[in-house]
């Protein structure tokens, strides 16, 4: 089972995409398009999360949509985003050995969905399961998601395989659960420094590209 952000493709190209786009539709002869997209992502770089374009709004009252409305816009448009090196050729080398190969996410329904559209995952892995779909409540570490796996393929928890980037919420339910889990670590990934808070919490493999997974799986 993969996760999808910052596993699957990195996530900054996704923020990127949204901030190209949100721009396009906001600019004006007055702010144009690239003023906006260097304002948004120089907060992003800089690490702002979360109050991005209420700081948009803010600095450039002149723009016609709502912080609420930028927001929209930026999670339903269709990203210009590609799998990372290798993904693709791991998933169908694992299909090939008789492996089944699912996805897990958690994040904005609109976004998720929109990203599974733009990658083409749904031709390659079944099920795709989408947290948000439920509600955030049920997002990573939340068991429900991953309860999913084992049920729909009928199959043992212990025959299961977590691949994902994050320490913070990835790896602690399934290692309870009896999967193994890998965590993909490559510079550029939006949490590559951060480290496992806890044993619990740490991987038990780390690899450096999509590509180690061939030598790992059956
Ligand atoms: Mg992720």
Redesign the pocket.
Known sequence: VF?????LYMERDYVRSGFRHVAEAVASDLHPSNTIFDFLWGLFEQGVRGDTFDRLVAAFPSIPMTAEQLVACYRSHLPAIRLLDGAHDVIESLAAGGCRVGLLSDGPLASQDAKVKALGLEAVLSPVVLTSAWGHTFSKPHPRGYEQFPEHWRLEHERLVYV???PEK?FVTPKRLGWRTIRLRMDGQLRSCLEASSNDHAPDDEIRSLEELTGRLP
Request: hydrophobic share 20%; no cysteine.
């Open positions: 996760d999808l952000d910052d596993t994902a980037d994050n990835d």
